[in-house]
């Protein structure tokens, strides 16, 4: 019978990390292990960028609860995420990665998220942190303390204890979920998807695409997809430029409801229904722009945006794809794993509207996927 591992025996111990000095001990003996888990707290409520209140870190030893409201020099920890020799330990990690990326500009690598590993070893995509560790153990695990301010000083000792667990846990699950990832054949998918959430935190959106991601942009013509690709990415860059939510700028649907209007005075974006304080604030740009998109050249405007549901094959073709995509899955996985239903439309979007742009390859078209979406691109070709 295998030994219980300490973690499982013992309730977290921590420690608080606030100095420089401490930071660079704590992360030079993390540099000596072979892995270690990482997670972040943080709050999101009327910011552009998340505000980091909390890094936790455990090196299978001690767990350091590290105060980035503290520390001026972050070197010895953006060291850690970059050194190749030492595997970093995360849980559903695509809000930590964007921390990193933007505070930081370093990903954690090698990483190994044990989300990921879990969608491999049947689970599906819904399966938390809490729960698998009382799968795995039999733990059950307090989250009362997940709502909180993690800005607020002093934290308190429940908050601590919570965050602290967050990674306590980690490695022991890590462990135990890669002895049997390693009796499976996905071991190198599972690198490989963990890669692939690497690689799409680096990808930024242009501003200029802004307008695409406004619900109903579809309904307007190319003049008012000007008007909305003028505002949309305004919007972006004053969102990134004072750190705001973009819906604390201009509501998405107000935007939406100027360009298709073209209003010519701010009591017009009143009549529309835009709020006072965006119209006090923001009205005269607004206007600016509506009236520099009467301007441009129709040779500029925006192509009208053509949707994949407006297509007459679209139905038939979605129930094709998901036909072939129960035949091919293999016994032990989740088909979700493979692709959800917005995974295959955007491979008939591709096939179907983008000319399959081979500089535009949907997921289900890179990595571990391709042998499946080659299969399931076949059967939509001979659709």
Known sequence: MPAIKKEIKNPPHFQIVTSDIVLAEVCQRAREKSCVALDTEFIRTRTFYPKLGLIQLYDGEQVSLIDPLEIDDFSPFIDLLADQNVVKVLH??????????????????????????????????SMGFASLIYHYFELELDKGASRTDWLARPLSEVQLRYAAADVWYLIPLYEEMQQHLAQTPWQSAVQNECEFLLEKCQKTKSPDTAYLDIPNSWKLNERELMALKLLAKWRVEEGIKRDIALNF???????????????????????????????????KKMLQLVEKAKRTAKEEYPSRIVRL???????????????????????????????????????????????????????????????????????????
Request: some cysteine; charged content about 25%; overall charge neutral.
């Open 249 to 283: 700028i201009v509501k998405s649907e107000h935007l939406w409801l100027v360009a298709k209007h073209f209003p010519k005075h701010t009591s017009e974006l009143l009549d529309l229904g835009l709020l006072p304080m965006e119209v006090r604030v923001n009205g």
């Open 92 to 125: 559903a990690c695509k809000e930590d990665l964007e921390i990193f990326h933007h505070y930081f500009k370093q990903l954690p690598t090698p990483l190994i998220d044990t989300q990921v590993m879990s969608h491999f070893l049947g689970f599906g995509r």
């Open 309 to 383: 549901v407006d297509d007459p094959r679209y139905r038939s073709g979605l129930k094709i794809l998901q036909q072939k995509l129960k035949e091919i899955t293999p016994a032990e996985l989740p088909i979700e794993v493979i692709s959800s239903k917005r995974g295959l439309e955007s491979l008939m979007k591709w096939c179907w509207i983008k000319q399959q742009d081979p500089n535009d390859l949907p997921d289900l078209l890179q990595g571990w996927r391709k042998e499946f979406g080659e299969v399931l691109l076949k059967s939509l070709q001979s659709f």
